[in-house]
Each structure stands twice: as C-alpha cells, then as structure tokens.
C-alpha cells in the first residue's frame, strides 16, 4: 500500500511549555496532543501528592464531576491548503475515565491557538496533566467537494432507515 506524501505543518509556540504534535509509535495513525496550564487560571492548580519532585512547567488541571474545561495547546499551525487535523479523544480516556472530548477539525486557514474541550461525565474529579498527552490528531486530505440539487437520488441498499437499522433483519 503507497504511503501517503509527507506534509510540513508549520508549527509557532504560543506558550513556552507547547510540545510539537507527535507520534507515540512509528506507524501510528494519530499524534499526541500535550496540555498547556492556562497561566491565569491554572496557576493555583497544582494537585501533586506533597512528596512528589514535580518539574516547576508541570502542571495539573482538576475538571470537577459534570464539569467542561478548556484546555489550551499553547501552539498555532498552518496546515497546507487540501489538508485538514482531526482532534479525537485518546482510547485510554474513554475506557479509563469517564472523559470525553469534543471532536473538533482544525482547518488548513487556521492560525489561532490550538484548544481541546474536555467534558468529565464521571463521578469523581479528573486531572489534565500537562505530562501526558490530553487528546490525539489525525491529519488527513480534504477532497474538493461539490454538491449538487436533483430531484430523485438513486436507490442504494440502505434507503431510508435511519439509526439501529444495520443490525435489525
């Protein structure tokens, strides 16, 4: 199978402890996303256990049960145009924790902040280490796409059944 081309992400840090996007493994299909501590809010959230030796750039970030955070990249791109970067959340949150992220896509014309919303659905806090990766990205091609109206679509298989109907007779 032909491996696709290589692409540059043109990567500018916003904060000084944003870490390039990587990949954990050779072949993997995604790269690691770091946290950032928001320096006006996150200053005072530091929930290491008091005989832990925690680098002064490492931080925790407390999402309380039923709680939705921001968490900042502390990095901007620019992705080349017919490409675009999916924000997932890591299978490790989701069978873990009770953390969820929104997707999100990350379009080649944005030059913002990169940012993560993270939503804890658990019943205890969760903690955003800014040591380990808080989501994963996936950088993939945007084909040109054009709709078009008709008046009839052509039949298919599927037709009109909707949601469930993959696994009913």
């Known amino acids: 199978m032909p491996h696709e081309p290589t692409v540059e992400i043109l990567f500018k840090k916003l904060h000084p402890d944003a870490r390039i996007p990587k990949l954990a493994y050779p072949g993997d299909a995604c790269v690691d996303l770091f946290p950032v501590p928001d320096l006006d809010k996150d200053v005072d959230k530091h929930w290491f256990p008091f005989d832990a030796v925690v680098p ?71 903690y955003v280490d800014t040591d380990v990766a ?9 084909p040109n796409v054009i709709f078009t109206e008709v008046d009839k679509l052509p039949e298919s298989e599927r037709g009109m059944k909707g949601f469930g109907s993959s696994d009913r007779s």
Do not use: M
């Not at 791109?77 to 924790?97: K, L, V």
């Open 56 to 126: 002064a750039n490492r931080f925790q970030i407390r999402i309380e049960p039923g709680e939705t955070r921001i968490i900042h990249l502390g990095f901007a791109t620019a992705i080349p145009e017919g490409w675009e970067a999916t924000i997932r959340t890591r299978s490790s949150q989701g069978f873990r924790n009770d953390v969820r992220l929104h997707p999100g896509t990350i379009d080649a014309g944005y030059r913002n902040e990169w940012s993560v919303k993270v939503f804890n659905l658990g019943k205890a806090p969760y």
């Open 134 to 142: 808080v989501a994963q990205c996936a950088i993939r091609r945007v």
